[in-house]
């Protein structure tokens, strides 16, 4: 299939399914055929090593899908590019080619946990990373009744155990009582066969079939406050509500603001029932608009900044992570690069690096004098570039604990000036500066946070050397290309808040 493909037509080569390669680490990976099911928005694959009839299919559900990374993004790929870049040249793993070109990530809620993909060559790849972002995206905009079907479908293929495709109505009832939903045995079977209007028969009973049962669903849960409501704003002996009653019920219960030309809108998206007339709204499309966000309590205009950001930035309470990049224990867990992609979806905006010297003079992050796994610095930095500005645009401040030797510091510098490149803000502190510049003058920035050489190139002494925050280089010498990029964020030992006060307003 080309590039040039319809998003419809990626789709229906992918539902057709294709063998890829799982990988779970450079020598431990296996081959598997996915496909789309389209239908129930799953990614399903079966282990293609085993005999067809004893192949134990599973799957992924699509709205539990975070992301979908391309190349190297996560832990296991960040391994091979590493392995990569020790090679002159681009060499396939054995009989697998682990180029960046094939591969490719899931990321799913809510632990991060990752699929790590391979496909047979790069067109493959991009088909798959386009039509898998194209189905998280239509899954992350899908309104809350369309989601709350879909659960209803899960439930109703899960009950049906025969895959009949239809429930009869002791299986319905014990469906019910898993849901817990109680109710007398007369008024259900007055439901259920209020439901069963297509009359379908299986061994003699009366069963529903999935869309049936879905209506027969919504019925058990009707609210008649809101059918109250509803029949008072319509005219008598109507089951419908035009533009002029919803505008009444709108502006005398609501106490919105609302012209008929809003109403018309409102019932263009909230009307359901093709059998109501158009520019009508019938009951379910009514409840549909209470439940929606547009008549939530919460303001939606807080989902936003809406406060004054034009303050000096030490003016703010600042979202923080500590050791942010351990995921499990801080004694033996491990170390991972998603613990700052979390944070940063999360809308921390300052991450704390803890930074020792690493094998072939390429620093590492992980809590020191443990056994956690190391994780090196520039692998942080890779995808702080990539995450840091995707939830806020407000500045984002690294938190350096360094404890590296002079040379690996030159190496830290290095690489936050290449990887974090214009976003880095590392110009020096005029001397017409007398505060901190606002957050709204620094968006789409990062800050480095860490010790700076006073003039005289000394690094002022610190009395406690408990805290790790102010810990000192390996060394003892702090490099002066690293305290060149720290500007408005220098570290400095708290003793008093007399002593504080003789501080320069970046320390």
């Known amino acids: 299939l080309s590039e040039s493909a319809t998003i419809e037509e990626v789709l229906q080569y992918l539902s057709r399914g294709m063998k890829l390669h ?4 450079l020598k431990k990976y296996y081959k598997r055929r996915y496909q789309l099911n389209l239908d129930n928005m799953l990614l399903v694959y079966a282990h293609s090593r085993k005999p067809f009839f004893c192949s134990k299919k599973t799957h992924l559900d699509i709205f ?12 296991v790929f960040n391994d091979v590019e590493r392995k990569f870049r020790r090679r002159k040249s681009y060499l396939p793993f054995g009989p697998l080619n682990m180029s960046e070109d094939t591969c490719f990530s899931v990321v799913i809620s809510p632990k991060n946990d990752t699929l790590d993909l391979v496909a047979c060559n790069a067109n493959d790849c991009e088909l798959w990373v386009r039509g898998l972002r194209h189905l998280v995206a239509n899954c992350k905009n899908t309104r809350r009744d369309q989601e709350y079907e879909r659960w209803l479908r899960d439930q109703f293929q899960k009950a049906d155990v025969n895959r009949s495709g239809s429930l009869n109505f002791s299986e319905c009832q014990n469906l019910l009582k898993q849901l817990n939903v109680s109710m007398d045995k007369n008024h259900c079977r007055a439901l259920f066969n209020a439901a069963n209007f297509k009359c379908h ?13 879905i209506k027969f669903y919504h019925s058990l849960l009707s609210r008649p406050d809101i059918d109250k ?14 533009p002029e009653e919803l505008r009444r019920f709108l502006t005398q219960e609501q106490k919105m603001n609302v012209t008929l030309s809003d109403c018309k809108q409102i019932i263009e998206k909230f009307a359901k029932d093709k059998n109501n007339p158009e520019g009508f709204l019938g009951l379910p499309g009514f409840r549909d608009m ?15 900044v809406c406060q004054d950001m034009n303050q000096p930035l030490n003016h703010y309470y600042i979202a923080s992570s500590h050791n942010t990049y351990l995921v499990q224990g801080q004694l033996m867990g491990s170390s991972s690069v998603e613990g700052y992609i979390r944070a940063l979806k999360k809308g921390c ?13 390429e620093p590492v992050v992980y809590h020191g004098y443990t056994l956690t796994s190391k994780i090196l610095f520039r692998d942080i930095l890779d995808s702080v570039k990539l995450y840091a500005f995707e939830d806020s645009q407000y500045p984002v401040i690294l938190s350096l604990e360094n404890h590296c030797s002079t040379e690996q510091q030159k190496v830290m510098a290095k690489h936050l000036v290449e990887i974090l490149g214009d976003k880095l803000h590392n110009k020096p502190i005029s001397d017409k500066e007398t505060a901190m510049p606002p957050p709204s003058a620094l968006l789409n920035k990062i800050l480095i946070k860490g ?5 005289d190139l000394s690094v002022d002494a610190d009395d406690d050397s408990e805290d790790e925050s102010t810990s000192k280089p390996t060394s003892g010498t702090l490099a002066e290309e690293l305290s060149n990029i720290v500007n408005y964020c220098k570290a400095s030992h708290f003793k008093s808040f007399e002593e504080s006060e003789k501080w320069h307003f970046y320390e």
């Open 229 to 242: 409501i509803f029949k008072t704003y319509t005219a008598q002996n109507m089951t419908i509500m035009g």
């Open 290 to 304: 209470l439940l929606s966000d547009d008549h939530d309590i919460f303001d939606k205009e807080h989902n936003h």
């Open 349 to 361: 905006r300052c991450l704390e690096l803890d930074v020792w010297d690493g094998p072939n003079n």
């Open 201 to 213: 028969k299986v061994d003699g009973e009366d069963v529903l079939d999935r869309e049936e049962f």
């Open 451 to 455: 010790k700076k050489l006073n003039k």
């Open 22 to 25: 799982k990988v779970r680490s």
């Open 64 to 75: 539990d899908v975070e992301e979908v990374r391309k190349g190297w993004k996560t832990d």
